[in-house]
Protein backbone atom coordinates (compact mmCIF):
# COMPACT_ATOMS: atom_id res chain seq x y z
CA UNK A 1 0.00 0.00 0.00
CA UNK A 2 1.15 3.52 -1.18
CA UNK A 3 1.46 5.88 1.53
CA UNK A 4 0.67 9.55 1.21
CA UNK A 5 0.26 12.48 3.18
CA UNK A 6 -1.83 15.93 1.95
CA UNK A 7 -0.10 18.76 3.52
CA UNK A 8 -2.63 21.16 4.68
CA UNK A 9 -0.39 24.18 5.55
CA UNK A 10 1.02 25.89 8.83
CA UNK A 11 -1.06 25.64 11.43
CA UNK A 12 -0.04 27.91 14.43
CA UNK A 13 3.27 29.78 14.21
CA UNK A 14 5.10 31.95 16.92
CA UNK A 15 6.14 34.92 15.14
CA UNK A 16 4.34 37.85 14.96
CA UNK A 17 2.23 37.38 18.21
CA UNK A 18 2.12 38.07 22.08
CA UNK A 19 4.61 35.53 23.60
CA UNK A 20 5.00 35.20 27.36
CA UNK A 21 8.61 34.94 28.33
CA UNK A 22 9.29 31.56 28.44
CA UNK A 23 7.56 30.89 24.99
CA UNK A 24 9.89 33.38 23.10
CA UNK A 25 9.65 31.20 20.01
CA UNK A 26 8.98 27.85 18.48
CA UNK A 27 6.23 25.05 18.47
CA UNK A 28 8.03 22.33 18.54
CA UNK A 29 6.66 18.80 19.44
CA UNK A 30 2.96 19.05 19.11
CA UNK A 31 1.39 16.90 20.71
CA UNK A 32 -2.82 16.74 20.00
CA UNK A 33 -5.39 15.72 23.09
CA UNK A 34 -9.39 15.99 22.62
CA UNK A 35 -10.83 18.30 24.12
CA UNK A 36 -14.15 17.70 22.40
CA UNK A 37 -16.05 17.48 19.04
CA UNK A 38 -13.57 18.44 16.51
CA UNK A 39 -11.08 20.65 18.99
CA UNK A 40 -7.71 19.47 20.25
CA UNK A 41 -5.97 21.35 22.98
CA UNK A 42 -2.02 20.90 20.94
CA UNK A 43 1.12 20.58 23.70
CA UNK A 44 4.35 22.51 22.32
CA UNK A 45 8.04 23.16 23.22
CA UNK A 46 8.41 26.67 23.15
CA UNK A 47 11.81 28.25 24.31
CA UNK A 48 13.07 31.66 26.00
CA UNK A 49 15.69 34.09 25.11
CA UNK A 50 18.43 31.31 26.68
CA UNK A 51 16.54 28.48 24.51
CA UNK A 52 15.18 26.96 27.57
CA UNK A 53 12.05 25.02 26.37
CA UNK A 54 8.91 25.04 28.07
CA UNK A 55 5.26 23.68 27.63
CA UNK A 56 2.81 25.65 25.85
CA UNK A 57 -0.39 25.00 24.00
CA UNK A 58 -3.44 25.77 21.60
CA UNK A 59 -6.64 24.83 20.57
CA UNK A 60 -7.26 23.98 17.14
CA UNK A 61 -9.91 23.10 15.57
CA UNK A 62 -8.24 20.35 13.32
CA UNK A 63 -11.33 19.46 10.63
CA UNK A 64 -11.22 23.57 10.25
CA UNK A 65 -7.53 23.52 10.35
CA UNK A 66 -7.43 26.70 12.15
CA UNK A 67 -6.46 28.11 15.83
CA UNK A 68 -9.59 28.95 17.91
CA UNK A 69 -7.78 30.01 21.33
CA UNK A 70 -3.70 30.40 21.90
CA UNK A 71 -2.55 30.44 25.66
CA UNK A 72 -0.66 32.88 26.64
CA UNK A 73 0.70 31.31 29.88
CA UNK A 74 3.25 28.17 30.35
CA UNK A 75 1.13 25.28 30.98
CA UNK A 76 4.90 23.73 32.67
CA UNK A 77 7.55 25.87 32.51
CA UNK A 78 11.61 23.62 32.63
CA UNK A 79 12.74 23.14 36.10
CA UNK A 80 15.61 24.38 38.20
CA UNK A 81 19.68 24.70 37.48
CA UNK A 82 19.71 21.08 39.04
CA UNK A 83 17.03 19.11 38.24
CA UNK A 84 17.25 16.15 34.99
CA UNK A 85 14.85 19.02 33.32
CA UNK A 86 16.87 22.23 34.01
CA UNK A 87 17.22 23.49 30.38
CA UNK A 88 14.02 22.51 28.30
CA UNK A 89 10.95 19.89 28.94
CA UNK A 90 10.17 18.25 24.58
CA UNK A 91 6.88 16.52 25.04
CA UNK A 92 6.35 12.82 23.56
CA UNK A 93 2.53 11.29 24.38
CA UNK A 94 0.08 10.05 26.30
CA UNK A 95 -1.36 7.22 27.39
CA UNK A 96 -3.45 5.93 30.19
CA UNK A 97 -3.13 3.17 33.46
CA UNK A 98 -6.09 2.65 35.68
CA UNK A 99 -7.90 5.54 34.52
CA UNK A 100 -4.64 7.93 35.32
CA UNK A 101 -3.55 9.81 32.25
CA UNK A 102 0.48 10.49 31.68
CA UNK A 103 2.49 12.61 29.42
CA UNK A 104 5.92 11.43 28.86
CA UNK A 105 8.39 13.98 28.03
CA UNK A 106 12.44 14.10 27.41
CA UNK A 107 14.20 16.47 29.91
CA UNK A 108 17.38 18.30 28.62
CA UNK A 109 20.41 19.06 30.57
CA UNK A 110 23.03 21.51 28.85
CA UNK A 111 25.94 21.81 31.81
CA UNK A 112 28.35 24.45 30.76
CA UNK A 113 31.58 21.94 30.97
CA UNK A 114 30.02 18.93 29.18
CA UNK A 115 27.77 18.02 26.02
CA UNK A 116 23.86 18.19 25.98
CA UNK A 117 22.04 15.27 27.37
CA UNK A 118 17.92 14.18 27.86
CA UNK A 119 16.48 11.53 30.24
CA UNK A 120 13.12 10.59 30.06
CA UNK A 121 10.43 12.04 33.02
CA UNK A 122 6.67 11.99 33.44
CA UNK A 123 3.66 14.48 33.98
CA UNK A 124 0.50 13.55 35.36
CA UNK A 125 -2.19 14.85 33.33
CA UNK A 126 -5.75 16.13 35.23
CA UNK A 127 -9.25 16.46 34.00
CA UNK A 128 -8.24 19.80 33.16
CA UNK A 129 -5.46 19.36 31.30
CA UNK A 130 -3.02 20.23 33.40
CA UNK A 131 0.38 19.29 33.82
CA UNK A 132 1.85 17.92 37.34
CA UNK A 133 5.46 16.78 37.33
CA UNK A 134 5.17 13.09 38.45
CA UNK A 135 8.80 12.51 40.56
CA UNK A 136 11.30 15.18 40.60
CA UNK A 137 13.72 11.85 39.18
CA UNK A 138 13.89 10.54 35.94
CA UNK A 139 11.08 8.30 34.82
CA UNK A 140 13.95 6.50 32.41
CA UNK A 141 17.57 7.53 33.17
CA UNK A 142 20.94 6.59 31.44
CA UNK A 143 21.63 3.29 32.37
CA UNK A 144 23.86 -0.10 30.94
CA UNK A 145 21.41 -0.30 27.92
CA UNK A 146 21.54 3.74 27.71
CA UNK A 147 24.57 5.02 28.80
CA UNK A 148 24.96 8.31 27.52
CA UNK A 149 21.10 10.51 26.35
CA UNK A 150 17.63 9.63 26.36
CA UNK A 151 15.37 11.38 23.99
CA UNK A 152 11.46 11.20 23.17
CA UNK A 153 9.42 8.51 24.21
CA UNK A 154 5.92 7.20 22.80
CA UNK A 155 3.68 4.46 24.88
CA UNK A 156 1.03 2.71 23.54
CA UNK A 157 -0.88 0.20 25.52
CA UNK A 158 -1.57 -3.03 23.33
CA UNK A 159 -3.95 -4.37 25.57
CA UNK A 160 -3.95 -8.11 28.24
CA UNK A 161 -1.54 -5.86 30.34
CA UNK A 162 1.21 -5.30 27.84
CA UNK A 163 2.32 -1.60 27.32
CA UNK A 164 5.06 -1.05 24.73
CA UNK A 165 8.02 2.03 24.78
CA UNK A 166 9.92 3.62 22.03
CA UNK A 167 12.31 6.17 22.58
CA UNK A 168 15.95 7.76 21.23
CA UNK A 169 18.97 6.67 23.06
CA UNK A 170 22.63 8.02 21.98
CA UNK A 171 25.43 5.64 21.13
CA UNK A 172 27.84 8.21 20.25
CA UNK A 173 27.63 12.03 19.88
CA UNK A 174 30.18 11.28 16.75
CA UNK A 175 29.62 7.84 14.65
CA UNK A 176 33.32 8.66 12.93
CA UNK A 177 31.08 11.42 10.10
CA UNK A 178 30.40 14.31 12.51
CA UNK A 179 26.98 13.04 13.31
CA UNK A 180 25.69 11.52 16.31
CA UNK A 181 24.84 7.76 16.74
CA UNK A 182 21.40 8.33 18.08
CA UNK A 183 18.83 5.17 17.73
CA UNK A 184 15.42 4.43 18.46
CA UNK A 185 15.05 1.54 21.25
CA UNK A 186 12.48 -0.50 22.94
CA UNK A 187 11.09 -1.43 26.22
CA UNK A 188 8.06 -2.90 27.40
CA UNK A 189 6.05 -3.33 30.67
CA UNK A 190 3.41 -4.99 32.24
CA UNK A 191 1.62 -2.14 34.21
CA UNK A 192 3.18 1.26 32.56
CA UNK A 193 4.95 2.06 35.43
CA UNK A 194 8.27 -1.05 35.62
CA UNK A 195 9.88 -1.22 32.38
CA UNK A 196 12.18 -3.65 31.21
CA UNK A 197 14.68 -2.32 28.61
CA UNK A 198 15.00 -4.34 25.34
CA UNK A 199 17.32 -2.48 22.97
CA UNK A 200 17.61 -1.56 19.30
CA UNK A 201 14.56 -1.89 17.61
CA UNK A 202 14.64 -0.05 14.46
CA UNK A 203 17.66 -0.84 12.29
CA UNK A 204 19.67 2.27 11.70
CA UNK A 205 22.51 2.49 8.95
CA UNK A 206 25.24 5.10 8.78
CA UNK A 207 25.19 7.78 6.56
CA UNK A 208 21.59 6.66 5.70
CA UNK A 209 19.51 7.11 8.82
CA UNK A 210 22.08 7.14 12.07
CA UNK A 211 20.10 10.35 13.91
CA UNK A 212 16.45 9.49 14.99
CA UNK A 213 13.82 11.37 17.07
CA UNK A 214 10.24 11.25 18.19
CA UNK A 215 8.62 8.00 16.88
CA UNK A 216 5.22 7.85 16.65
CA UNK A 217 3.81 4.61 16.47
CA UNK A 218 0.03 3.34 15.19
CA UNK A 219 -1.68 0.43 13.93
CA UNK A 220 -2.78 0.52 10.16
CA UNK A 221 -6.16 -1.19 8.65
CA UNK A 222 -4.28 -4.85 8.92
CA UNK A 223 -3.50 -4.34 12.83
CA UNK A 224 0.18 -3.78 12.15
CA UNK A 225 2.45 -1.08 13.97
CA UNK A 226 4.07 1.77 11.88
CA UNK A 227 6.26 4.19 12.83
CA UNK A 228 6.86 7.34 11.33
CA UNK A 229 10.05 9.41 13.16
CA UNK A 230 12.16 12.16 12.19
CA UNK A 231 15.93 11.62 11.07
CA UNK A 232 19.34 12.89 9.57
CA UNK A 233 21.79 10.78 7.33
CA UNK A 234 24.39 12.38 8.60
CA UNK A 235 25.63 13.89 5.24
CA UNK A 236 24.86 17.49 6.08
CA UNK A 237 21.21 16.70 5.19
CA UNK A 238 18.41 18.44 7.66
CA UNK A 239 15.98 16.18 9.40
CA UNK A 240 13.21 14.20 6.89
CA UNK A 241 10.57 12.21 8.50
CA UNK A 242 10.98 8.46 7.63
CA UNK A 243 9.18 5.18 8.20
CA UNK A 244 9.30 2.13 9.59
CA UNK A 245 6.83 -1.50 9.82
CA UNK A 246 6.72 -3.94 12.25
CA UNK A 247 6.85 -6.84 10.92
CA UNK A 248 7.02 -8.97 13.79
CA UNK A 249 7.29 -8.65 17.56
CA UNK A 250 10.27 -6.34 18.07
CA UNK A 251 10.85 -6.90 14.22
CA UNK A 252 10.88 -3.51 12.84
CA UNK A 253 11.87 -2.39 8.57
CA UNK A 254 13.40 0.85 7.71
CA UNK A 255 11.41 2.23 4.89
CA UNK A 256 12.45 5.66 4.82
CA UNK A 257 11.36 6.52 1.17
CA UNK A 258 7.77 5.21 2.38
CA UNK A 259 6.97 7.73 4.48
CA UNK A 260 3.88 9.59 2.04
CA UNK A 261 5.81 13.04 2.78
CA UNK A 262 8.75 15.21 2.29
CA UNK A 263 9.72 18.37 2.41
CA UNK A 264 8.06 21.40 0.10
CA UNK A 265 9.53 23.39 -2.51
CA UNK A 266 9.68 26.45 -0.29
CA UNK A 267 7.92 28.20 2.44
CA UNK A 268 8.06 26.95 6.28
CA UNK A 269 9.00 23.49 6.14
CA UNK A 270 10.67 24.00 3.10
CA UNK A 271 14.51 22.98 4.53
CA UNK A 272 13.49 20.33 7.00
CA UNK A 273 10.61 18.37 8.43
CA UNK A 274 10.51 16.61 11.81
CA UNK A 275 9.23 15.83 14.72
CA UNK A 276 5.92 14.02 13.76
CA UNK A 277 2.55 12.58 15.79
CA UNK A 278 0.29 10.80 14.14
CA UNK A 279 -3.15 10.45 15.38
CA UNK A 280 -6.66 9.12 14.37
CA UNK A 281 -10.19 11.56 14.22
CA UNK A 282 -13.44 10.47 13.04
CA UNK A 283 -12.66 8.05 10.66
CA UNK A 284 -9.24 10.23 9.14
CA UNK A 285 -5.37 9.54 10.19
CA UNK A 286 -3.63 13.01 10.74
CA UNK A 287 0.08 14.01 11.40
CA UNK A 288 1.03 17.09 13.21
CA UNK A 289 4.55 18.29 12.59
CA UNK A 290 7.36 20.72 12.98
CA UNK A 291 9.20 22.50 9.64
CA UNK A 292 12.00 24.77 9.36
CA UNK A 293 14.39 25.98 12.55
CA UNK A 294 13.56 22.29 14.26
CA UNK A 295 9.85 23.91 15.40
CA UNK A 296 10.78 27.44 14.86
CA UNK A 297 8.66 27.81 11.97
CA UNK A 298 5.43 26.45 13.78
CA UNK A 299 3.93 23.15 13.18
CA UNK A 300 1.55 21.92 10.08
CA UNK A 301 -1.22 19.32 9.53
CA UNK A 302 -0.88 16.97 6.72
CA UNK A 303 -3.95 14.50 6.44
CA UNK A 304 -3.67 11.05 5.19
CA UNK A 305 -5.14 9.95 1.10
CA UNK A 306 -6.60 6.66 1.66
Same mark, same amino acid.
Given at each position: ??????????????? #????? @??????????????? !? !??????????????N????G????????? %??????????????????????????????T +??D????????? *???????? %???????????????T????Q???????? /????????????L?????????????????????????????????????????????? *?????????? @???? %???????????????G? &??????????????? /??????? *????????? &????????????? /?H??? %????????G?????? #??? +?? /??
Amino acid at each position: MTIHWVKHGLIFSPD #GIARH @PKLLTHAANPLPLLL !G !GDVYRVFFSGRDSSNRSSVGAVDVDIVKR %RVVETHFWPVFEHGIPSSFYADGVSIGNCYT +VKDKRYMLFMGW *QSPADSHW %RGDIGRFQVDSKLNLTLDSSQPFLGVDST /DPISLSYPWVIDLGNCEFQMWYGSTLAWDAGNGEMLHVINQASSRDGIFWTRKGLAVPY *QLGVAQAFSR @PTVV %RNAEGALEMWFSYRRGT &GQKYRIGFARQRSEG /DWELLLN *QSGIDVSSS &GWDSEMIEYPYVF /DHLGS %RYMLYNGNGYGKSGF #GLA +VL /DD
